[in-house]
């Protein structure tokens, strides 16, 4: 078991006092099988009335409602999580998804239609000739092999850039400029994925790494595809390889711009800056 300590500060400074709309806040993490919450605190600045509730991923969304103007907003979360998926490649895949090609049971496709279908357009064909490097028609492979090398090629033949511009780039942009943030590769695998027929989601949440001189932020994004006999299994383009205990989930979604973790809106002439920190400790 591993433990980890996620503190995440957002603030908002204005120059001018403002008022506040209600505040949706996506900071803690999934609990499950393999992560367990051992303490959290959430504290805002100015006072807030909170009110939780599960959206329809059945993530954990926190809505913050103020009462007061302000010229700050000072969102701090603060948690400490029990990680147990310490074998990530311990997992079977059921006799009937081992190869792909594969089929979804009738059930199963009923509910994974939203994970199946390609948000972008797929004009020109750029997406679907660059899968055929990985698959084509009428051939036959290990699904996970297929899958860990489509992970992989992203990882080591595209360059990372930490981007802090909202947003996500498209497929087709992230294979055209060879680089990107961790949304826009996990956004790419998760395109290719689907036009493989394969269902799959974005994943929001943190990352454990060691400061390095090409560190990812502790802030990350990743995508989960769907197999049967295991589930929703996380794979990470951006440091190419399945997701363990050093990866901690807060939201998942069909779409990557579903899931920030802070939203919300103010009234008034104010301009305003922005100042993240986020630190994942290893306990």
């Known amino acids: 078991m ?12 204005f120059n001018q006092a403002v008022t506040l709309g209600p505040h949706h806040l996506l900071v803690r993490p999934r609990e499950g099988h393999e992560v367990h919450i051992e303490s959290s605190r959430l504290d805002i600045t100015p006072s807030a009335s909170i009110r939780w509730q599960r959206d329809v991923d059945d993530n954990s969304v926190a809505t913050a409602s103020f009462e ?13 999580c029990q990680h147990y998926d310490s074998e990530p490649l311990d997992f079977i895949v059921a006799d009937s998804a081992v190869m792909y090609p594969f089929t979804y049971s009738d059930d199963d496709a009923a509910v994974l239609v939203p994970y199946r279908i390609c948000s972008e357009p797929l004009d020109g064909g750029e997406l679907g000739n660059w899968v055929a490097g ?4 009428g051939q036959t ?12 090629f992203i990882s080591q033949a ?9 947003g996500v780039q498209t497929a087709v ?11 826009d590769f996990a956004n790419l695998f998760i395109e290719a994925t689907r036009l493989l027929g394969i269902a799959s989601r974005f994943v929001s949440g943190y990352l454990y790494n060691p400061p390095t001189d090409t560190d990812y932020g502790a802030t990350h ?22 997701t363990g205990n050093d990866h901690l989930t807060v939201a998942v979604s069909r779409r990557p711009d579903n899931v920030p973790p ?11 800056r922005l100042e993240v920190a986020v630190q994942v400790s290893d306990l």
């Not at 007061?68 to 400490?80: A, F, G, K, M």
Request: glycine share 8%; with cysteine.
């Open 262 to 272: 802070v939203s919300g809106s103010y009234f008034g002439n104010a301009e305003s």
């Open 68 to 80: 007061t103007p302000t010229e700050e907003l000072i969102i701090t979360s603060e948690v400490i």
């Open 141 to 152: 492979l290990q699904t996970y092999s297929l899958l860990d090398n489509i992970c992989s």
């Open 221 to 242: 994004a990743w995508a989960e595809v769907y197999l049967p006999g295991v589930g929703w299994k996380g794979f990470d383009p951006t440091v190419g390889k399945v």
């Open 2 to 13: 591993r433990r980890l300590k996620i503190a995440h500060r957002t603030a908002y400074y």
């Open 158 to 166: 595209m360059r990372y850039k930490k981007r802090e511009t909202p």
């Open 173 to 183: 942009q992230t294979l055209a400029m060879g680089e990107g943030s961790c949304r």
């Open 134 to 137: 990985f698959w084509r028609s």
